[in-house]
């Protein structure tokens, strides 16, 4: 590497606002993030299930579709 071109890389703390501390290294320093994997509902299994069925029932009645039947076999 040639000296006096690259930025310092060294240790940093990552704090969430869940209050997870995460230790890493970085050219930016310590700083904090809003969601990570400790609280995100992805990752926890809290992550709410969209009822898209209902919404795509609404849309047809908005719309005044009716909803196609499969031909018969």
Same mark, same amino acid.
């Given at each position: 590497?040639?000296?006096?071109?690259?930025?310092? %890389?060294? #240790?940093?703390?990552?704090?969430?606002?869940? +209050?997870?501390? %995460? &230790?890493?290294?970085?050219? !930016? +320093?310590?700083?904090?993030? &809003?969601?990570?994997?400790?609280?995100? #509902? %992805? %990752?926890?299994g809290k992550q709410k299930?969209?009822?898209? &069925?209902? $919404?795509? &029932? $609404?849309?047809? $009645?908005?719309? +005044? !579709?009716?909803? $196609?039947? #499969?031909? #018969?076999?």
């Amino acid at each position: 590497m040639k000296k006096g071109i690259h930025p310092k %890389y060294g #240790p940093a703390k990552i704090t969430c606002a869940c +209050g997870a501390v %995460y &230790e890493t290294s970085t050219t !930016r +320093g310590d700083f904090s993030v &809003e969601i990570c994997s400790a609280c995100h #509902p %992805y %990752y926890t299994g809290k992550q709410k299930l969209l009822d898209t &069925e209902g $919404r795509v &029932e $609404r849309f047809n $009645r908005k719309y +005044g !579709r009716t909803t $196609r039947t #499969p031909a #018969p076999k």
